[in-house]
């Protein structure tokens, strides 16, 4: 990735908080500590959008992440996260993450092959129309 990603008109956003232990030797935000936030976002998302008895059959497993890193975060510093989906492929969604520091410049960003997974057949389902709707560009 090399291109700044730039939120989609329908993004899901919160806040992050770094707290003492996020901070590594080198006094900034630690790198996995970005991939939990890309993390705690998609799943804060999907339950933003759907309801208990719709998620209940469903799970997501990450098949591939791609993180960039361009500003170092303090401790001191309020970070604002962005996710949205991109392109649908069978069981797969693309999600991206944006994490901005309180100047609004882009800290991370991350780009996650997201596969649903039908948790009585333990295997990838197709994403339903309802899904793409609900998390699409459009939706």
């Given at each position: 990735?090399?291109?700044?990603?730039?939120?989609?008109?329908?993004?899901?956003?919160?806040?992050?908080?770094?707290?003492?232990?996020?901070?590594?030797?080198?006094?900034?935000?630690?790198?996995?500590?970005y991939?939990?936030?890309?993390?705690?976002?998609?799943?804060?998302?999907?339950?933003?959008?759907?309801?208990?008895?719709?998620?209940?059959?469903?799970?997501?497993?990450?098949?591939?992440?791609e993180?960039?890193?361009?500003?170092?975060?303090?401790?001191?510093?309020?970070?604002?996260?962005?996710?949205?989906?991109?392109?649908?492929k069978g069981?797969?969604?693309?999600?991206?993450?944006?994490?901005?520091?309180?100047?609004?410049?882009?800290?991370?960003?991350?780009?996650?092959?997201?596969?649903?997974?039908?948790?009585?057949?333990?295997?990838?389902a197709?994403?339903?129309?309802?899904?793409?709707?609900?998390?699409?560009a459009?939706?």
């Open positions: 990735m090399s291109r700044v990603f730039q939120p989609a008109a329908n993004a899901f956003s919160m806040t992050f908080t770094p707290t003492a232990s996020d901070i590594d030797a080198n006094e900034h935000v630690n790198n996995v500590v991939l939990a936030w890309a993390q705690d976002l998609a799943i804060a998302h999907w339950a933003a959008r759907t309801s208990p008895e719709e998620r209940a059959p469903w799970s997501w497993v990450a098949r591939r992440h993180i960039d890193y361009r500003r170092e975060l303090r401790q001191d510093e309020i970070a604002t996260g962005y996710t949205w989906v991109g392109e649908l069981p797969r969604f693309e999600r991206y993450v944006r994490i901005d520091g309180p100047d609004g410049e882009m800290c991370a960003q991350s780009r996650t092959d997201w596969v649903l997974i039908d948790i009585a057949a333990r295997r990838p197709r994403v339903m129309d309802w899904m793409v709707e609900r998390f699409s459009k939706g």
